[in-house]
Protein backbone atom coordinates (compact mmCIF):
# COMPACT_ATOMS: atom_id res chain seq x y z
CA UNK A 1 0.00 0.00 0.00
CA UNK A 2 1.63 3.65 -1.38
CA UNK A 3 1.66 6.53 1.64
CA UNK A 4 -0.26 9.32 0.99
CA UNK A 5 2.83 11.33 0.30
CA UNK A 6 4.29 11.32 -2.69
CA UNK A 7 7.08 13.66 -1.90
CA UNK A 8 8.22 15.42 1.28
CA UNK A 9 11.59 17.72 1.65
CA UNK A 10 12.97 19.83 4.48
CA UNK A 11 12.25 23.30 4.04
CA UNK A 12 15.72 24.34 5.45
CA UNK A 13 16.07 28.05 6.56
CA UNK A 14 17.40 31.14 4.60
CA UNK A 15 18.54 34.70 6.16
CA UNK A 16 15.18 36.23 5.64
CA UNK A 17 13.46 33.84 7.29
CA UNK A 18 15.91 33.72 10.16
CA UNK A 19 15.77 37.81 10.53
CA UNK A 20 11.83 36.77 10.96
CA UNK A 21 12.06 34.37 13.30
CA UNK A 22 14.65 36.83 15.44
CA UNK A 23 12.54 40.06 14.58
CA UNK A 24 15.38 41.75 12.94
CA UNK A 25 14.77 44.22 10.74
CA UNK A 26 16.21 43.54 6.69
CA UNK A 27 18.01 46.34 6.93
CA UNK A 28 19.50 45.41 10.31
CA UNK A 29 23.16 43.65 9.09
CA UNK A 30 24.56 43.91 12.65
CA UNK A 31 22.89 40.09 13.63
CA UNK A 32 25.63 37.51 12.53
CA UNK A 33 22.30 34.68 11.01
CA UNK A 34 24.74 32.14 11.41
CA UNK A 35 23.93 30.49 14.58
CA UNK A 36 19.89 31.21 13.76
CA UNK A 37 20.57 29.27 10.39
CA UNK A 38 22.04 26.42 11.94
CA UNK A 39 19.66 26.30 14.85
CA UNK A 40 16.65 26.01 12.28
CA UNK A 41 17.93 23.53 9.89
CA UNK A 42 16.78 19.60 9.83
CA UNK A 43 12.85 20.72 9.42
CA UNK A 44 12.85 23.30 12.52
CA UNK A 45 11.62 25.32 9.38
CA UNK A 46 9.10 23.03 8.24
CA UNK A 47 8.25 20.50 5.55
CA UNK A 48 7.22 20.78 1.52
CA UNK A 49 5.27 17.77 1.40
CA UNK A 50 3.60 16.39 -2.06
CA UNK A 51 0.22 14.43 -1.33
CA UNK A 52 -0.44 11.34 -3.84
CA UNK A 53 -3.89 11.81 -4.42
CA UNK A 54 -6.05 15.31 -3.39
CA UNK A 55 -7.39 15.63 0.38
CA UNK A 56 -9.30 18.10 1.98
CA UNK A 57 -7.93 19.86 5.13
CA UNK A 58 -9.14 22.48 7.18
CA UNK A 59 -7.51 25.25 9.37
CA UNK A 60 -6.75 23.10 13.22
CA UNK A 61 -6.54 19.84 11.40
CA UNK A 62 -3.33 17.68 12.67
CA UNK A 63 -1.07 15.37 10.47
CA UNK A 64 -0.09 12.26 12.56
CA UNK A 65 3.47 10.66 11.41
CA UNK A 66 3.55 6.97 12.27
Avoid: T, W
Wanted: include cysteine.
Amino acid sequence: MAGPFAEVEIAEPCVEFSRYVLGVEPEDKSQPMREPLRALMGGMRGFYIALAEPVELMVGDELLLR
